[in-house]
């Protein structure tokens, strides 16, 4: 028997091909939930982080409630989407989700900042179960071709959980308590749990495998390192610091061990030779940087609109709705057509095309802008996110056998979460620089002398006048010294910080825009290979190491 041939018998035992089509309903609704699960935490949680910072008193680890979810999301990904290959999807995904709604519940019980960063890294290591893996159970499902139409309505969700999220929590934090932003997970995960159990097949693989111990502690070294030394670059310590340079070089020697050690173990955690497929290296780096510029306009739009322009919103849900209502359109758009066609770069590219444009667009807005253009320019942009969101995973699991599907989209999603770490540190240091250096030019004449004195300078080095009733009755303390004069000085400096903030917040859009140019030349190298209509076609991969995908399969 031929490989080729094997490979289709393998293929053959695919769910799509072996459930019922009310049974395909349920695990894709089991599907939606789980990915509803994780993307609507994330955007509840933060719209309540102020109410907690002030409850728990820990502004000074305000940054490690976020950071912790990151890295124990980030670092265990891999590992999660491996196991589910091995051992089946089922178990690790309801895993996933139970550990995920266990530290839900336990965040809501939180007394104090420490515990409640903990609480938030054992959310974050469910969370890194729930995203491969929903990514897998839709390759398990259908062949790549129609996963491209899943993967467009699976990435919706985020879209939506960006404009609920925040509408949500404000209202949870008013009207009853932050603590419950955390605990209305806890219906929604038990309801996901159910269907998950109900839905998915136990499907376990007949032969033994062997765990990479060696390398998952090494994986988990490395991605901590490296998230860590972004995650604090620029805010907790300087680029150039020991703790930062420290971080950085003992990630590259432990990345580089790794690199290593994955190359000889039996069966790697995380396999290097992924990136000699040139498919899947593109896709890495092209999601990579399209994360980075979702990240950048997501996190300084709504500071721009409410700073800049002085546009009131209920909060940035409602600022960013024109945008993720676009990409919501592109990513289920993009989904049929990759469906119909099988072809994906030309889309692609012109998705890249339109971040870049965009960036660029939202870069030449200022304070007077209207809200027509305002709006007219996010939808640019969340246009080009939208196609990103839904093609890369479909594009890259086409090229590899059911197998390994766990490894590959936790892999793709992976270099995501690098994505944002990195456009987090980078963004935010050029942010402060560049606001402190144009505020320091545009300071009135009479404050000049106030901002030699340290304290002062930090209470005037803050764009959170803008938005804070208590930041600003603080300056309005400040500048009584001022007599009459007062209100004229506050105005001066208010305009001053508008003006500051607009000129940095423009400069990062442009950053973004220059990020799109790298990701639309990166994309130019990609490989077209058409998407596989059938599960019994042959993974370009596959044929090429046929004998490692003919173990048996229940």
Known sequence: MSGEHKVAQVQAASWGETLSRRRIIFVVTSVMLGMLLSALDQTVVGTAMPRVIADLNGLQHYAW???????????SMPIWGKLSDAFGRRRFFMVGMAIFVVGSALCGQSHSMTELIAFRALQGLGAGAMMPITQAIVGDLFPPAERAKWAGVLMSVFGFATIVGPLLGGWITDTISWRWTFYVNLPVGVIALVFAFVALPAHTRLRKHKVDYAGTVLLV?????????????????????????????????????????????????????????????????????QS????????????????????????????LMPMMLAAIATSIGAGQLLSKTGRYKKLVVFGFAAVTMGGYLLSRMSAASSSTTLIAYMVVMGLGLGIA???????????????????????????????????????????????????????????????????????????????SEEARGSLMQLFSQFGDQSQNVFDSFMGAVRHSLELAISELFFLAAIIGVVGFLVVLFLREVPLRKSHREVAPEAAQSAEAVTEPMS
């Open 65 to 75: 409630v976020a950071t912790g979810y990151l890295l124990a999301s980030a670092a």
């Open 292 to 319: 980075a510029s979702m990240f950048g306009a997501i996190m300084f739009l709504p500071l721009f609109v409410q700073g800049v322009m002085g546009k009131s919103a209920t909060n940035s849900g409602t600022i």
């Open 389 to 467: 969101m839904s093609t890369f995973t479909a594009i890259v699991q086409n090229q590899y056998p059911p197998h390994r599907l766990g490894e590959v989209s936790a892999g793709l999603q992976f270099f995501r979460s690098i994505g944002s770490t990195v456009a987090l540190a980078v963004f935010g240091t050029i942010l402060n620089a560049r606001f402190s250096s144009e505020l320091v030019t545009a300071l009135p004449a009479e404050l000049k002398g106030l901002a030699t004195d340290p304290a002062t300078a930090a209470q005037l080095n803050n764009p959170q006048a803008l938005l």
């Open 221 to 289: 070294a490395a991605a901590v390192a490296l998230l860590l030394a972004f995650s604090w670059a620029g805010s907790e310590y300087a680029w150039s610091s020991p703790m930062i340079v420290g971080l950085f070089a003992g990630s590259v020697v432990l990345w580089s061990v790794f690199g290593f050690w994955e190359l000889r173990a039996a069966e790697p955690v995380l396999n290097p030779r992924l990136f000699k497929n040139r498919i899947f290296s593109v896709s890495a780096v092209a999601s990579a940087i």
